[in-house]
């Protein structure tokens, strides 16, 4: 069992920096390998371990296939991912310049899923840090900031990493007010900010030429040759390599000794105090980091589309992220991950491509109703109804974390254990949580 | 011995309501004290004073020497005290390894940058927590549950890890919330001899609160009395199991009228007459 960390080191190979396999949403995917398999064999040596100890046994085992199911699984997404570019063009998609967008909504999930998903702490602003990070970069490099009107143009990627960090900043100054706050309160308080932060740029129209947004935002380039707007397979591979840094990051984050100050905190705040835990500190930084991450993304996205203004960051942003959040499995950094691609393929490509065959159904003799029907406009509508679908069906999200799993199982070995009384109050107490949790 | 947290004149006020009121307290370094009481008589609130998750409305509380007052709970932990909840307060949704390595979190040295770094010091740290931590659980008798999580462990073993996760904050002073309360005779005697083992092979001080007047009078060198957030009694169990005060406090007044002579034969403690109101 103390072989725990020794485990071949998962150090990132080339462009694969999720390498670290699918089932990494606990932080330590590869743990359970070794021991389960010792386990496993001491099983099948010995047939006469306790009824208890086997069950544990027999459920690391199924633990372990899963993994390497997850393993398989990542490997084939991994490829899907890094050959889309060409399987688009092959395949004649044209959805490079849906897949981009969506790319840099994935990489805003993640970083909220720091917040929500992993702190526990409900932020329905976030979109405020979008938008600081794309408007960093325009004040940097646009020509209708004051501060490149006097000279002072910043190149791109230094403007990336200073849009990074400011955004980590004002993950800070919006965090500390929040801090004495949870639940319902905290949920407002960052409505407000995430309302406030868009107008403040609308109405700064000295910084940021207010509703007329800004343009030429700066591009990244390798040397003197730029990336284009047009150049959407570049740019795809550059928000891929962003997107496989922001994973492997946070992946470290929820597996290190703050990852795990931060789900106590999430479970328990007075008990997590009680433990050692600052609870300020810790906080902050999961404002912080969280609100680090749509720095980048912010950053790119007003590269990609070289223009910016404040209505990009309103409200329905925030609230389609805290979806993507949930929808994927909330904490579970892959189920996020699948979340975004999902809901941003829904958002971007497929409501248009719906739209579209219905408006070719309607040449048919007979659907010539269908022409007035367009589902572009009742878009929201869709989206609303998916949600609530798939709150009923699966609260737990599309891929709860396997750890999830595997203790519901779990469960039963745990359970013959107990005094009777007891026993019946704590399953009506774990039931009783199970729907509160499917609530969050 | 030399005490190792010490009260003087502990107080708390919440509006109207005086839960502690002026309470004079002392235990020594490796000593077994308890605190008891009828339900409302300010025991928790005078923990939650210790550990800091209320702060003293008058009075001091001082930590081997140091002052607690305004001290944060975080603080508190790393100064070397910790503690367990009367209604058990686990990381339910975490592994029993998670919450023990949670209650590492003030002696480990990580920084951020570090753990994503993942530097070779810090491999090495979260090694030896983790193997700590398979220690703690195997020494509060949960061996191989590690992967189990918290709110799927039966009632007793959930006791049990909150008492190695407040071990892990390496404490010198062990605040036990009621550790017995809700468990069978069996269940009681595991956990009684538990906390016997926490003195003799990890050298702590332990402060419980507890209903079980059996578990009380066994394992305690002092017993406190409060009732109504003022202390009646203080003494060995011997003492406090014939204090006229304490009959009175648990069974009414006219109780306290028959054991009374036995109580005067027996020797009327002295630190004790101190505290008669």
Same mark, same amino acid.
């Given at each position: !069992?103390?072989?725990?960390?020794?485990?071949?080191?998962?150090?990132?190979?080339?462009?694969?920096?999720?390498?670290?396999? +699918?089932?990494?949403?606990?932080?330590?995917?590869?743990?359970?390998?070794?021991?389960?398999?010792?386990?496993?064999?001491?099983?099948?040596?010995?047939?006469?371990?306790?009824?208890?100890?086997?069950?544990?046994?027999?459920?690391?085992?199924?633990?372990?296939?899963?993994? %390497?199911?997850?393993?398989?699984?990542?490997?084939?997404?991994?490829?899907?991912?890094?050959?889309?570019?060409?399987?688009?063009?092959?395949?004649?998609?044209?959805?490079?310049?849906?897949?981009?967008?969506?790319?840099?909504?994935?990489?805003?999930?993640?970083?909220?899923?720091?917040?929500?998903?992993?702190?526990?702490?409900?932020?329905?602003?976030?979109?405020?840090?979008?938008?600081?990070?794309?408007?960093?970069?325009?004040?940097?490099?646009?020509?209708?900031?004051?501060?490149?009107?006097?000279?002072?143009?910043?190149?791109?990627?230094?403007?990336?990493?200073?849009?990074?960090?400011?955004?980590?900043?004002?993950?800070?100054?919006?965090?500390?007010?929040?801090? %004495?706050?949870? +639940?319902?309160?905290?949920?407002?308080?960052?409505?407000?900010?995430?309302?406030?932060?868009?107008?403040?740029?609308?109405?700064?129209?000295?910084?940021?030429?207010?509703?007329?947004?800004?343009?030429?935002?700066? %591009?990244?380039?390798?040397?003197?040759?730029?990336?284009?707007?047009?150049?959407?397979?570049?740019?795809?591979?550059?928000?891929?390599?962003?997107?496989?840094?922001?994973?492997?990051?946070?992946?470290?984050?929820?597996?290190?000794?703050? +990852?795990?100050?931060?789900?106590?905190? %999430?479970?328990?705040?007075?008990?997590?105090?009680? !433990?050692?835990?600052?609870?300020?500190?810790?906080?902050?930084?999961?404002?912080?980091?969280?609100?680090?991450?749509?720095?980048?993304?912010?950053?790119?996205?007003?590269?990609?589309?070289?223009?910016?203004?404040?209505?990009?960051?309103?409200?329905?942003?925030?609230?389609?992220?805290?979806?993507?959040?949930?929808?994927?499995?909330?904490?579970?950094?892959?189920?996020?991950?699948?979340?975004?691609?999902?809901?941003?393929?829904?958002?971007?490509?497929?409501?248009?491509?719906?739209?579209?065959?219905?408006?070719?159904?309607?040449?048919?003799?007979?659907?010539?109703?269908?022409?007035?029907?367009?589902?572009?406009?009742?878009?929201?509508?869709?989206?609303?109804?998916?949600?609530?679908?798939?709150?009923?069906?699966?609260?737990?999200?599309?891929?709860?974390?396997?750890?999830?799993?595997?203790?519901?199982?779990?469960?039963?070995?745990?359970?013959?254990?107990?005094?009777?009384?007891?026993?019946?109050?704590?399953?009506?107490?774990?039931?009783?949580?199970?729907?509160?949790?499917?609530?969050? | 011995?030399?005490?190792?947290?010490?009260?003087?004149?502990?107080?708390?006020?919440?509006?109207?309501?005086?839960?502690?009121?002026?309470?004079?307290?002392?235990?020594?370094?490796?000593?077994?004290?308890?605190?008891?009481?009828?339900?409302?008589?300010?025991?928790?609130?005078?923990?939650?004073?210790?550990?800091?998750?209320?702060?003293?409305?008058?009075?001091?509380?001082?930590?081997?020497?140091?002052?607690?007052?305004?001290?944060?709970?975080?603080?508190?932990?790393?100064?070397?005290?910790?503690?367990?909840?009367?209604?058990?307060?686990?990381?339910?949704?975490?592994?029993?390894?998670?919450?023990?390595?949670?209650?590492?979190?003030?002696?480990?040295?990580?920084? /951020?940058?570090?753990?994503?770094?993942?530097?070779?010091?810090?491999?090495?740290?979260?090694?030896?927590?983790?193997?700590?931590?398979?220690?703690?659980?195997?020494?509060?008798?949960?061996?191989?549950?590690?992967?189990?999580?918290?709110?799927?462990?039966?009632?007793?073993?959930?006791?049990?890890?909150? $008492?190695?996760?407040?071990?892990?904050?390496?404490?010198?002073?062990?605040?036990?919330?009621?550790?017995?309360?809700?468990?069978?005779?069996?269940?009681?005697?595991?956990?009684?001899?538990? $906390?016997?083992?926490?003195?003799?092979?990890?050298?702590? /001080?332990?402060?419980? $609160?507890?209903?079980?007047?059996?578990?009380?009078?066994?394992?305690?060198?002092?017993?406190?009395?409060?009732?109504?957030?003022?202390?009646?009694?203080?003494? /060995?169990?011997?003492?406090?199991?014939?204090?006229?005060?304490?009959?009175?406090?648990?069974?009414?007044?006219?109780?306290?009228?028959?054991?009374?002579?036995?109580?005067?034969?027996?020797?009327?403690?002295?630190?004790?007459?101190?505290?008669?109101?």
């Amino acid at each position: !069992m103390d072989d725990r960390r020794s485990t071949p080191d998962d150090r990132p190979a080339g462009a694969g920096v999720p390498a670290r396999e +699918g089932a990494g949403s606990d932080g330590r995917p590869t743990d359970g390998v070794a021991g389960g398999m010792a386990v496993a064999a001491a099983d099948t040596v010995s047939r006469d371990v306790p009824e208890a100890r086997r069950a544990t046994a027999s459920q690391r085992w199924a633990e372990l296939s899963e993994q %390497r199911r997850n393993r398989v699984l990542f490997a084939v997404f991994a490829i899907f991912v890094l050959a889309y570019p060409l399987i688009d063009r092959g395949l004649g998609w044209n959805r490079m310049g849906s897949m981009n967008p969506i790319l840099v909504f994935v990489l805003l999930a993640l970083g909220l899923n720091i917040v929500v998903g992993f702190a526990g702490l409900l932020d329905l602003g976030y979109a405020a840090f979008f938008a600081i990070g794309g408007y960093t970069v325009a004040f940097l490099t646009a020509p209708q900031s004051p501060l490149v009107q006097r000279g002072f143009q910043t190149d791109f990627w230094v403007a990336l990493i200073v849009a990074f960090v400011v955004a980590a900043v004002f993950g800070v100054i919006l965090g500390a007010p929040t801090l %004495r706050l949870r +639940g319902d309160y905290l949920a407002i308080v960052t409505l407000a900010f995430g309302e406030i932060v868009p107008r403040t740029f609308l109405n700064l129209e000295g910084l940021t030429n207010g509703s007329k947004g800004m343009n030429p935002i700066g %591009r990244p380039h390798a040397g003197d040759v730029e990336l284009l707007a047009s150049d959407q397979v570049p740019w795809y591979y550059l928000i891929l390599a962003i997107l496989a840094f922001s994973i492997f990051v946070i992946n470290r984050l929820h597996g290190s000794r703050l +990852g795990r100050a931060w789900m106590a905190m %999430r479970e328990d705040e007075i008990a997590a105090a009680s !433990m050692g835990i600052d609870l300020v500190k810790t906080k902050l930084l999961a404002f912080s980091l969280g609100a680090s991450f749509s720095g980048f993304g912010g950053a790119m996205y007003a590269s990609m589309l070289q223009f910016i203004d404040p209505f990009q960051f309103d409200f329905s942003i925030s609230i389609m992220l805290l979806a993507m959040v949930i929808l994927g499995g909330i904490g579970n950094l892959w189920g996020v991950l699948f979340g975004g691609l999902l809901m941003g393929a829904f958002n971007f490509i497929w409501v248009e491509s719906a739209a579209n065959w219905i408006r070719s159904l309607s040449t048919n003799p007979g659907l010539g109703f269908l022409a007035a029907v367009d589902l572009n406009n009742s878009k929201l509508m869709l989206f609303g109804g998916a949600l609530v679908l798939m709150m009923l069906l699966r609260p737990e999200g599309i891929f709860p974390s396997a750890q999830r799993k595997a203790e519901l199982k779990g469960a039963r070995a745990a359970i013959p254990v107990t005094v009777p009384g007891i026993e019946e109050s704590l399953h009506d107490a774990r039931q009783g949580e199970q729907v509160a949790g499917g609530g969050r | 011995m030399a005490s190792i947290l010490e009260t003087r004149g502990l107080s708390k006020r919440f509006g109207g309501l005086l839960a502690v009121s002026e309470v004079d307290f002392t235990i020594e370094e490796r000593s077994i004290a308890s605190l008891i009481g009828p339900n409302g008589a300010g025991k928790t609130t005078f923990f939650n004073m210790v550990a800091g998750l209320y702060t003293p409305s008058a009075g001091e509380i001082a930590f081997r020497g140091r002052r607690l007052n305004g001290v944060k709970p975080n603080q508190i932990t790393s100064l070397g005290i910790a503690r367990t909840f009367q209604n058990i307060r686990l990381f339910s949704n975490m592994s029993a390894l998670d919450n023990v390595l949670v209650g590492m979190h003030s002696r480990l040295k990580a920084s /951020t940058l570090g753990a994503v770094l993942r530097t070779p010091s810090v491999v090495a740290e979260e090694r030896q927590a983790r193997e700590r931590a398979v220690e703690l659980l195997e020494f509060v008798g949960l061996p191989d549950r590690d992967e189990v999580w918290a709110r799927n462990l039966p009632y007793g073993d959930q006791r049990r890890l909150e $008492i190695a996760r407040a071990l892990a904050t390496q404490p010198a002073l062990l605040l036990l919330d009621e550790p017995t309360a809700g468990m069978n005779p069996q269940e009681t005697n595991a956990l009684t001899d538990l $906390i016997r083992r926490l003195r003799a092979e990890l050298d702590l /001080t332990i402060f419980l $609160i507890e209903h079980h007047m059996r578990v009380v009078m066994g394992i305690s060198d002092r017993v406190t009395v409060l009732d109504h957030g003022v202390k009646i009694a203080e003494g /060995t169990p011997h003492e406090i199991q014939r204090h006229p005060a304490v009959i009175e406090a648990y069974l009414g007044r006219g109780a306290s009228v028959a054991p009374a002579p036995a109580a005067d034969g027996a020797g009327r403690p002295e630190p004790a007459a101190e505290a008669d109101r």
